[in-house]
């Protein structure tokens, strides 16, 4: 129940083209649903999160569409730029328990 | 740079020995996190600080595993008795109490047991 499932593992996208990473978990005790991006060599960093009371967030290219009764989060990254090959994780958190998806490795072709 | 700051970054080890790694959080953050990431692998919980008392550590967290907070400020995590599954990169996180689901990672300390 802890556990959180992340698709595709790796992705590879044109430049300009729609990347799209999907995330699942169990535990409906998590109420926050953040974003990470983590560059070769760098810690994770915040890139946007949404609770569940909304079912979309917006933030600049970067959209999270979420389905509470699916228990499903998704990423949308529009007009992919090469800038973005980075690791994208998934998280899920409930008071101090943050737990994250195995990673999503996207390449974006120039 | 007001960042989380690790130290150091790389740590190249023999099996058997001990190492300790320290995170400086952002100042005014009262909670601090250590993560450990393998290959492939999203970060996994170690233990939790809220300012200096350590609340939460995780089952991943073996006898061989200390960390500490003194004063609320810096902390540092030992392991003793190195061994080969230990190597991973290790994370340290801050946030502040309220709103605390926002992490902000360091760049870790990668740590490699030969």
């Known amino acids: 129940q802890q556990q959180v499932k992340q698709s595709p593992q790796s992705l590879i996208v044109q430049k300009g083209g729609i990347s799209i990473i999907n995330c699942a978990y169990e535990?409906?005790?998590?109420?926050?649903f953040p974003w990470y991006q983590q560059f070769p060599g760098k810690g994770p960093a915040l890139l946007i999160a949404i609770r569940p009371d909304v079912s979309e967030k917006k933030e600049g290219r970067f959209t999270i569409s979420f389905n509470k009764s699916a228990k499903q989060f998704s990423l949308h990254i529009m007009d992919s730029q090469p800038g973005d090959s980075a690791t994208y994780f998934c998280a899920a958190n409930y008071g101090q328990n943050f737990v994250f998806g195995p990673g999503t490795r996207l390449s974006v072709l120039p | 740079d007001t960042g989380v700051s690790q130290d150091p970054r790389h740590k190249i080890t023999k099996r058997g020995q001990n190492v300790t790694f320290r995170c400086d959080p952002i100042?005014?953050?009262?909670?601090l996190y250590w993560y450990r990431q393998t290959l492939g692998q999203g970060p996994e919980f170690l233990t939790y600080?809220?300012?200096?008392?350590?609340?939460?550590k995780s089952r991943l967290l073996s006898d061989r595993f200390s960390a500490e907070r003194p004063k609320g400020s810096f902390s540092t995590l030992e392991i003793q008795r190195t061994e080969q599954g230990d190597s991973a990169m290790y994370l340290c996180?801050?946030?502040?109490?309220?709103?605390?689901?926002?992490?902000?990672f360091g760049s870790g300390t990668q740590l490699s047991v030969l």
């Open positions: 535990n409906t005790a998590f109420d926050y």
């Open positions: 600080f809220q300012n200096e008392a350590q609340l939460e």
């Open positions: 100042s005014e953050h009262n909670r």
């Open positions: 996180a801050s946030s502040f109490s309220t709103g605390g689901e926002k992490l902000f």
